[in-house]
Every structure is written in structure tokens, then in C-alpha cells.
């Protein structure tokens, strides 16, 4: 089945950690998101990628780094440098340009300890 | 002024009632209009997609009104297994990406 596959589900970063965020989907779709989620807010814009070896940043890029150097894979790095890191994080795909046809992977929690 | 505009809710009603939400945005240029559903803890599938017509889906009506930037999701014969949160979604062409609402608490009670 075609979709998209987010890893680990759950996350635990000491202090002063990065920490790494999979993303993957077999659907063949140029685009790929982050989004970040907090309690009672929307979903905000990380980075986004509308092509392979490409990248842009949203909203709230500081304190996050991606890479896109396969179709099928957006990690998301979470730096020491991201003051308040813990909320639950989703990667989305897209393949057209009008907003139609985003998948959501199923999120990963990450929570500071 | 945040881009997209909800009522945060909740919503309590009760079983077969008739529930409808809003919401606002304010970006005249944006393109394309989504509801999404998202359940607790888990993320957001779309639910449907908002045109200027009016659309309906079974027990689901969505309107659009560019001119009033206005949209809003009717839910009809409301049912235990709608109680989630709505997030209103606005397509933007520049940089082709989705802007997110903080969402609507629909709670359906028996």
C-alpha cells in the first residue's frame, strides 16, 4: 500500500541532544512538509520541499535542519539550538500544485526530558 | 492576525443535531479551501475540499464566500463518531503549501 512513514512514533532528547525525524512515502509525490503541532494551536510550517536536493522554510524553520536528498525521504533534524522542542510532529506529502492529495504520516511525539 | 481564523469551541451537542463552524481567512490570493478532520492524537486527514458552489458530502455541507473570505462546514444528524477537531486549511500558490487553522472541538454527546 502506498503512503507515507514516519519513525520513531514516540521520542525522548536529553538536553543539548539533536535528534533525527523519518520521514518516507512510497507515493511518488514531489512535494514534502513539516509541520509542528502544539496544544490547542494549528499546525505550523517547518520546511518544506517541492523537489529533490531542494528546500524552503516556513514559518518556525530556527532550531531545525532538513535534507532532501531522495524523493522518497525529508528528514527532520531537531538542534540543541530549538529551545522548546517537545510537541508532536507531522510530515505530510503532495503531489499536486493546488493543494490536493496531501497525505499525513502519523506523527512523531518528541518530548524533552 | 493570524492567516487562518477559528473558533477553537468546543462544541457540545447532542446526537442527531445539526452543528455548523467557521472560519476566516486573510490572504485574498489563496487558492484552494480544505476541512480537515483530526482525531486525538493522531493527524489530519482531509475530509473535504470547499468550492464557491457550495459541496456537499452525505451529511456534510461546505460553502465558500470569497468576497466575505468566509468559510464554514455544516455537519447534519451529528453521530458519536464525529466528535474530533476541524481544521480549517487554505491553500496558498506561493510556495505551494497548506495554512492550518488551530482547529474546532467537536464533541457529540448521547
Known amino acids: 500500500d502506498g503512503g507515507i512513514t514516519q519513525s520513531p512514533k514516540y521520542l525522548f532528547r536529553k538536553e543539548g541532544q539533536n535528534v533525527t525525524l523519518s520521514c518516507e512515502q512510497n507515493?511518488?509525490?514531489?512535494?514534502m512538509y513539516w509541520y509542528r503541532q502544539d496544544p490547542g494551536q494549528g499546525l505550523r510550517l517547518i520546511y518544506y520541499?517541492?523537489?529533490?536536493?531542494?528546500?524552503q522554510k516556513g514559518d518556525i524553520a530556527e532550531g531545525y535542519s532538513v535534507s532532501r536528498e531522495k524523493k522518497e525521504s525529508f528528514p527532520l533534524t531537531v538542534t540543541s539550538a530549538q529551545k522548546n522542542p517537545t510537541a508532536f510532529y507531522l510530515c505530510a506529502s503532495g503531489s499536486g500544485g493546488d493543494g490536493y492529495g496531501y497525505t499525513f504520516g502519523s506523527g512523531t511525539r518528541l518530548t524533552v526530558v | 492576525r493570524k492567516e487562518v481564523e477559528q473558533d477553537p469551541g468546543p462544541f457540545n451537542v447532542p446526537e442527531g443535531a445539526t452543528v455548523a463552524f467557521n472560519c476566516t481567512y486573510s490572504n485574498s490570493a489563496s487558492q484552494s479551501f480544505f476541512w480537515y478532520r483530526q482525531d486525538c492524537r493522531k493527524e489530519p486527514k482531509l475530509l473535504m475540499s470547499v468550492y464557491s458552489s457550495g459541496n456537499e458530502d452525505g451529511r456534510f455541507t461546505a460553502q465558500l464566500n470569497r468576497a466575505s473570505q468566509y468559510i464554514s462546514l455544516l455537519i447534519r444528524d451529528s453521530k458519536l463518531s464525529d466528535s474530533a477537531t476541524y481544521l480549517c486549511v487554505v491553500h496558498m500558490e506561493y510556495g505551494n503549501k497548506l495554512v492550518f487553522g488551530a482547529g474546532t472541538i467537536l464533541r457529540v454527546k448521547s
Open positions: 520541499s517541492q523537489i529533490v536536493n531542494d528546500f
Open positions: 507515493l511518488n509525490h514531489d512535494a
